[in-house]
Each structure stands twice: as C-alpha cells, then as structure tokens.
C-alpha cells in the first residue's frame, strides 16, 4: 500500500519520488541494526497503543544508512512527507500489530543544521530543518479535520480522503461522471479523520537577538503527540519544515457575492457602486509563513555552551565543568550553615535593608526543580521576580546586581 496516486479532478498523477522516498525509507526501518537488532523493532510495537501514533527516528541513522535518502528529505521534506508516514505505517502492522484504520506519523530528532527564527525566509519553505526559542504564548488544543468524506446533495456519491490544506476545503467537483456538482457538498464528520492541533508562538532568545532589534516570533503547529507538551516561558528545540497557510481571515468566505449599499443622502436614495476588488470578487493572495513541527525537545543552555536537556544534567556532569578549585570551593560552602545569609550580603553589599527582597532575589538567581508529569508536560523550575515600591529604593540595583 502507498500513496503513490493522487487524484486531479479525473487523472491520477503518480510522484515517482515519493514513491522511490516510501520504499527506500520502509527499508532502513526493515533493515538498519543497533547492537544486532532491529533498533526501530520496539518503538512500532509501542505503535500499537491507543495513546501512540508517532515513530522517533534519530536523523544520524538516516545519513548513515543512505545518504541519498537524507538529502531527499531535508530537500523535498514537505512533498514525501506522507510518503514517510505511510513507510511507518506499513511498518507498524507488519511488526506491531497495528490497527488498519489508524494514522501514524513520523517525527525527526538530531536534525544536524540549526537555524534562528530570524533566518526564516521563503527559500526554507518546504525543507527539513530545526529551530530554537523560547515560547511566549500557547493556545488551547483543538481538533483539526485533516482528511474529510464529503457526500454530494445531487447524487448522493461519497468522496473520500479529500485533503484539508490548513482550511475548510470542499471537493474541487462530483466524481460521479455524470454529476458535475462543484459547490454543494455535506461533510460526513463519522467518516472524516482529525487529530489534535496546537498552536504556539516562540520568539528569539536573548543569545540570539542582534543587538538594538526587536525579537521576531513564528507561529508554531503541533499535532498529535506533540500538543500538550511545552509550557509558556521554556525554551525548545522544533524540528519540521517552514509553510505558508491561508490568511482563513480573507479566504473565510469563498464565492462571496459583492454587495451593493445604498446610501441616504438630501432625502433621495442613491445606489452606490461596488467598492475595492474584494467588493468585485477578486480575493487578495494573503499568506503567512508558520512552522510545522514534527518533533519538540525542551532544551537548557547552560553547561558547556551546549544545549542540553534537563533531565540529562547531573551532578557529575555538573562536577565535570568546574576546576577543582571551583568544586573545593562549592564543597566548601556546602558545610557553611549560614550559607543563604551569606550570599545575600556578599551579592547586595552597597544596599541597606530589604533583606526580604533580598533573598526573594537569591533565591531568583537559584529556581526551583524542574519536575515532568506523567502526561510528558515539563514544569520548568524558573522563579520569576517583580519588585514594586516607592522610588529610590534600589529596585533597579537590585535587579541590575543580579542581571
């Protein structure tokens, strides 16, 4: 089974480099091996779960096994992605006793070329690529219809597998020959397939803003898994591709008819013309790029220079970044007993009083534990600090001392 034919009106046009994609990467899930066995073996068996649509696949595997194949992907990664959906599908039910009428998904990780949301341009569209910020805002999860069944009301024939590009989208025309129906269709919503959709905002971090500019934000789209999983404030690596949707805000109305107005004026009614092109049916081009991510991994910059995930740092990764004079130091004041008062009046020496907000600000500079929830959320152990009170109080030195 592939998804080789796609059907144009009445033609069916068959993408030979999807088709040659779907094979060549069904065969690195088959044959590639970690330690004698079948590294992916295990995670399509996990397939079968009803809560686990999405297969992890480590990027390095990939150019290992066939170079070819990974520069096809990060290349034309939008085009044969349902191409690489369909490999893991086909691979699930052959050794996961998978369920016939589910969906499955591929996700990419270590995707090795890194870029800034500021280099986001329109020659990116379509590749496979990562990218770093930290999210500022996060919408609730809804369902998104991705595939619908549309029943004619003239003849009553059911059209499947109508694909859904980021809008409502009716079947260009009846497939029955005889009908030649266009716009009168019913969604079949028994039959339609959706899945959960999120929508988040991330903006640049601080390391990467060039100096004197305003941070630039992308919208990013999470689906299936992925949704849930990230928490305003954190930082995360995204990898997927860069698109363009539809601004639904203009194209929300198709075959919208012009409307003629009428206006009062000296106690007779004039009738006025159509006004603006959208009045005349022309609709504007509007587009929007956002991100479609296939994976997310919070991330943590704080070691080495190196991004790295927070339930990877420990005690002796911590120890393995010190000299030892810096760690006879930490062990020293370990044993101090009055280490918490101590480093509020080594840290704020020029300021009288305010000790409270003092430690309030020690305590900022150390957070709290990062914990993770059985549901996969990260609750990232972050204090945040806001200081209000009467001018020339040092609120500002305060703060400057610790920035």
Not at 26 to 31: A, G, R, S, T
Not at 250 to 267: C, D, F, N, Q, Y
Request: aromatic content about 8%.
């Amino acid at each position: 089974m592939d998804v080789a034919d796609v059907q144009v009106g009445q033609l069916r046009v068959k993408d030979e480099v999807g088709i040659r994609c779907q094979k060549l990467f069904q065969d690195f899930l088959e044959e590639y091996k970690e330690d004698g066995k079948i590294k992916y073996l295990d995670g399509a068996r996990d397939l079968k779960n009803p809560e686990r649509s999405t297969l992890e696949v480590n990027f390095d595997d990939v150019e290992k096994y066939n170079q070819n194949l990974a520069t096809t992907i990060i290349e034309e990664y939008y085009r044969i992605y349902p191409f690489l959906n369909q490999a893991v599908c086909n691979f699930a039910r052959d050794h996961g006793d998978a369920k016939n009428d589910k969906e499955y998904y591929i996700s990419f990780v270590e995707v090795p070329t890194r870029h800034k949301v500021r280099e986001l341009t329109t020659v990116k569209i379509g590749t496979l690529i990562r990218i770093t910020g930290q999210v500022v805002r996060t919408h609730p999860v809804h369902p998104e219809l991705v595939s619908g069944t549309f029943v004619c009301l003239d003849c009553q024939t059911v059209i499947k597998d109508v694909e859904q590009q980021f809008k409502y989208t009716n079947p260009t025309i009846c497939r029955n020959p005889v009908c030649n129906n266009r716009r009168r269709f019913m969604l079949d919503v028994d039959k339609s397939l959706f899945v959960d959709f999120q929508k988040v905002r991330i903006q640049e971090t601080q390391a990467e803003l060039p100096r004197g500019c305003i941070p630039r934000s992308v919208e990013v789209i999470l689906r299936a898994e992925t949704v849930e999983t990230i928490q305003a404030g954190d930082r995360y690596d995204f990898t997927g591709t860069l698109i363009v949707v539809p601004d639904v805000g203009v194209l929300s109305l198709p075959g919208a008819k012009a409307e003629i107005g009428s206006r009062h004026k000296g106690g007779d009614y004039i009738a006025e013309g159509v006004r603006g092109l959208k009045a005349l049916g022309v609709r504007e081009l509007n587009y929007r790029m956002a991100f479609l991510a296939c994976s997310v991994q919070p991330t943590n910059p704080r070691f080495g220079g190196a991004d790295m995930l927070m339930e990877e740092v420990t005690a002796e990764m911590m120890k393995e970044q010190m000299t030892d004079a810096e760690w006879n130091k930490v062990y020293e004041m370990s044993r101090d007993r009055n280490l918490y008062q101590n480093l509020v009046t080594c840290l704020f020496p020029s300021i009288h009083g305010n000790n409270e907000v003092k430690r309030g600000v020690v305590l900022l500079l150390f957070g709290g534990v990062p914990k993770t929830t059985m549901e996969g959320t990260t609750l990232r152990g972050d204090i945040n600090c806001c200081i209000v009170g009467d001018p020339s109080t040092a609120k500002s030195q305060l703060l400057k001392q610790v920035s």
